[in-house]
């Protein structure tokens, strides 16, 4: 799979799709119907309606068909589709054919089994969704800051697609995609395609996305959305309220995109443009390429939280451009794009800013590994058919850092930068597996440099649970200051915080010993009115600590802050102090109950399994 393409990539979608088709790769996806062996879908062309009255998308999907055998049908996934009609294109006309919807599981949702005969090269499924779409969030106007219009977006990955399109739902496809997206007039639509700066506002829009990318990059979003330019090739999309401030918070982007192509090669997919979300967005960031999806909770008006750009970013090399095969291989697409994500940081803000975010994110992936089963704190883990929603931790993301901090420590940081560089170039717009990456870094890696680490070692790495003794332990230099400083705090005296980022804010507070008194919690936050902060980090962490202390003051704050954001990393952590004790989780339900017509799908039912456990 070491092949070099001379031609422009998106050119060989066909070629590609037959590559990633290796039998290896597609029997591992546990979490799809497809049978891309027997018949593959290289293009998309949606036609929806977006109708908010309805919550419901409606329309149709024509795929072409490529076929690698005699099979007469095609298999795909749906969730809670309604299918009205399948056609296939013959003797040059539209021609009803025969589906099946097999019995819905819990887990896949329904296959579809569309019958295409033996020469048929294109199927069309008209459709439409329902409302209670898994991978889809409609707000009413009151639900967004200028209540003028509603707001709808959708969240793919990891395996939502199938809830708003019938597609071969496994990122082993590699799929090129046109849209033409219907709205009410005065709303703009946006995809994750080559979106335009200077769309006229007439409802009626047109995409195309022309780099083959896994089914879960597929994404889409429509409300009330203008634009601000950052550079030539970068643009912020928002609700207007925010649109300065967001554009003011990531005027380092341009500069990220220069600093990770010098390390990894160029980037790809021409404009890199970054769409702010309501509060309700259930993740900190989607990568969905050309047009990342962020939260509102990292415009902190400080800059201190650009990391997640960062991040969102660099999947545009890792994620986007090489894809795991499977929702077991997330550790290549998580843990490669942390490692980046890293290095960009350092590379912009310097050695002591990215050493501190990486030892943040460690103390993460040791809370995290305490609560785990030890199987799902393997890299390369076994899902069976569990949603692979609700096996999401740290350990995909830090511990596949890890290892990859592992390798540069051990073979240089030059070496490994050329290897990467390499490995991006070679899978390029394709799917890979577990398997496939530890083939090529045995070939490419470890037998060029004798001596330095065995497969054995990349084996426990990859395939045993926690970490190997000799994983590295991130530390700061910083936090050790801070910690010195809380000592002295402790006992009284004052802390020195004018050079404090949101950094050390979190690791003194995630650090303060948890029998610290209630005097010293009121000491803290009328010097700091850390209740109040608008760094929605900081927040969580202190609004956290207040429960684990039952500090009162900040009750009001922590009410407010679980009913207006929907971010799962920063309000399932809340929730899940609250149920430890049978009066907050009584006033924790309470709250819920008021929140959750604003949460998203996924929100809820991450939450719900922590508040109702029994359900
Ligand atoms: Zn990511």
């Given at each position: 799979?070491?092949?070099t393409?001379?031609?422009?990539?998106?050119?060989?979608?066909?070629?590609?799709?037959?590559?990633?088709?290796?039998?290896?790769?597609?029997?591992?996806?546990?979490?799809?119907?497809?049978?891309?062996?027997?018949?593959?879908?290289?293009?998309?062309?949606?036609?929806?309606?977006?109708?908010?009255?309805?919550?419901?998308?409606?329309?149709?999907?024509?795929y072409?068909?490529?076929?690698?055998?005699?099979?007469?049908?095609?298999?795909m996934?749906?969730?809670?589709?309604?299918i009205?009609?399948a056609?296939?294109?013959?003797?040059?006309?539209?021609?009803?054919t025969?589906?099946?919807l097999?019995?819905?599981?819990?887990?896949?949702?329904?296959?579809?089994?569309?019958?295409?005969?033996?020469?048929?090269?294109?199927?069309?499924?008209?459709?439409?969704t329902?409302?209670?779409?898994?991978?889809?969030?409609?707000?009413?106007?009151?639900?967004?800051?200028?209540?003028?219009?509603?707001?709808?977006f959708?969240?793919?990955?990891?395996?939502?697609?199938?809830?708003?399109?019938?597609i071969?739902?496994?990122?082993?496809?590699?799929?090129?995609y046109?849209?033409t997206?219907?709205?009410?007039?005065?709303?703009?639509?946006?995809?994750?395609?080559?979106?335009?700066?200077?769309t006229e506002?007439?409802?009626?829009?047109?995409?195309?996305?022309?780099?083959?990318?896994?089914?879960?990059?597929?994404?889409?979003?429509?409300?009330?959305?203008?634009?601000?330019?950052?550079?030539?090739?970068?643009?912020?999309?928002?609700?207007?309220?925010?649109?300065?401030?967001?554009?003011?918070?990531?005027?380092?982007?341009?500069?990220?995109?220069?600093?990770?192509?010098?390390?990894y090669?160029?980037?790809?997919?021409d404009?890199?443009?970054?769409?702010?979300?309501?509060?309700?967005?259930?993740?900190?960031?989607?990568e969905n390429?050309?047009?990342?999806?962020?939260?509102?909770?990292?415009?902190?008006?400080?800059?201190?939280?650009?990391?997640?750009?960062?991040?969102?970013?660099?999947?545009?090399?890792?994620?986007n451009?090489?894809?795991?095969?499977?929702?077991?291989?997330?550790?290549?697409?998580?843990?490669?794009?942390?490692?980046?994500?890293?290095?960009?940081?350092?590379?912009?803000?310097?050695?002591?800013?990215?050493?501190?975010?990486?030892?943040?994110?460690?103390?993460?992936?040791?809370?995290n590994?305490?609560?785990?089963?030890?199987?799902?704190?393997?890299?390369?883990?076994?899902l069976?058919?569990?949603?692979?929603?609700d096996?999401?931790?740290?350990?995909?993301?830090?511990?596949?850092?890890?290892?990859?901090?592992?390798?540069?420590?051990?073979?240089?940081?030059?070496?490994?930068?050329?290897?990467?560089?390499?490995?991006?170039?070679?899978?390029?717009?394709?799917?890979?597996?577990?398997?496939?990456?530890?083939?090529?870094?045995?070939?490419?890696?470890?037998?060029?440099?004798?001596?330095?680490?065995?497969?054995?070692?990349?084996?426990e790495?990859?395939?045993?649970?926690?970490?190997?003794?000799?994983?590295p332990?991130?530390?700061s230099n910083?936090?050790?200051?801070v910690?010195?400083?809380m000592?002295?705090?402790?006992?009284?005296?004052?802390?020195?915080?004018?050079?404090?980022?949101?950094?050390?804010w979190l690791?003194?507070?995630?650090?303060?010993?948890?029998?610290?008194?209630?005097?010293?919690m009121?000491?803290?936050?009328?010097?700091?009115?850390?209740?109040?902060?608008?760094n929605?980090?900081?927040?969580?962490?202190?609004?956290?600590?207040?429960?684990?202390?039952?500090?009162?003051?900040?009750?009001?704050?922590?009410?407010?802050?679980l009913?207006?954001?929907?971010?799962n990393?920063?309000v399932s952590?809340?929730?899940?102090?609250?149920a430890?004790?049978?009066d907050?989780?009584?006033?924790?339900?309470?709250?819920?109950q008021?929140?959750?017509?604003?949460?998203?799908?996924?929100?809820?039912?991450?939450?719900?399994a922590?508040?109702?456990?029994?359900?």
């Open positions: 799979m070491a092949t393409y001379n031609l422009k990539p998106w050119a060989l979608a066909a070629t590609l799709v037959a590559a990633a088709t290796t039998q290896s790769a597609l029997a591992e996806d546990a979490h799809s119907y497809a049978k891309l062996q027997e018949v593959a879908t290289p293009h998309l062309e949606l036609d929806l309606t977006v109708d908010f009255a309805a919550k419901q998308l409606r329309g149709t999907a024509t072409d068909l490529a076929r690698h055998g005699d099979a007469t049908e095609v298999h996934d749906t969730r809670e589709l309604t009205s009609k056609e296939i294109w013959q003797d040059n006309a539209w021609q009803e025969q589906f099946t097999a019995e819905p599981h819990e887990t896949l949702g329904q296959e579809l089994t569309i019958s295409i005969g033996e020469e048929s090269d294109k199927v069309r499924i008209h459709y439409h329902a409302p209670t779409a898994s991978g889809l969030q409609w707000l009413t106007p009151e639900q967004t800051k200028s209540g003028k219009f509603p707001f709808m959708s969240q793919s990955q990891p395996i939502h697609a199938r809830s708003w399109i019938p071969q739902d496994t990122p082993a496809l590699r799929l090129t046109d849209a997206l219907r709205t009410p007039a005065g709303m703009l639509a946006v995809m994750s395609a080559d979106n335009q700066l200077d506002l007439d409802g009626d829009y047109s995409f195309s996305m022309p780099q083959p990318i896994p089914p879960y990059l597929i994404a889409i979003a429509a409300g009330e959305l203008v634009v601000k330019e950052i550079s030539d090739n970068v643009a912020v999309f928002a609700e207007p309220y925010i649109i300065d401030d967001a554009a003011w918070e990531w005027a380092d982007t341009p500069a990220m995109i220069t600093a990770t192509e010098e390390m090669g160029p980037y790809r997919w404009r890199y443009d970054l769409l702010v979300l309501p509060p309700s967005f259930p993740f900190g960031g989607m390429p050309r047009l990342s999806f962020i939260t509102p909770t990292v415009v902190s008006g400080d800059r201190t939280l650009i990391n997640l750009i960062a991040h969102e970013l660099a999947h545009s090399w890792s994620g451009l090489v894809t795991n095969a499977s929702w077991r291989d997330l550790w290549l697409n998580e843990g490669f794009t942390s490692y980046v994500e890293n290095r960009i940081m350092e590379a912009l803000f310097g050695e002591r800013r990215a050493q501190m975010e990486l030892a943040l994110g460690y103390q993460d992936l040791l809370e590994m305490e609560r785990l089963a030890p199987k799902d704190t393997v890299l390369n883990i076994d069976g058919t569990r949603h692979p929603d096996v999401f931790s740290q350990v995909p993301y830090v511990k596949g850092q890890l290892f990859l901090v592992y390798l540069e420590n051990k073979f240089g940081r030059e070496t490994f930068d050329n290897f990467l560089r390499q490995y991006f170039d070679d899978f390029a717009f394709q799917s890979i597996s577990t398997a496939e990456f530890k083939e090529y870094l045995a070939r490419h890696l470890l037998a060029k440099n004798p001596g330095v680490v065995s497969m054995d070692k990349v084996n790495w990859i395939h045993q649970p926690g970490l190997p003794a000799d994983a332990q991130p530390t910083a936090f050790a200051e910690e010195k400083q000592q002295r705090w402790l006992k009284g005296g004052q802390l020195k915080t004018e050079d404090w980022t949101t950094h050390e690791h003194f507070i995630n650090n303060l010993p948890l029998d610290i008194s209630s005097v010293n009121r000491r803290l936050d009328e010097q700091f009115n850390l209740t109040q902060s608008k929605a980090e900081i927040a969580h962490a202190w609004l956290k600590l207040s429960i684990v202390k039952d500090y009162e003051p900040a009750r009001d704050r922590l009410r407010n802050y009913l207006t954001i929907g971010r990393k920063l952590p809340l929730y899940r102090e609250l430890k004790r049978p907050n989780l009584k006033w924790a339900r309470e709250i819920y008021q929140a959750k017509p604003g949460y998203h799908p996924l929100t809820q039912t991450v939450n719900e922590l508040l109702y456990p029994q359900q």
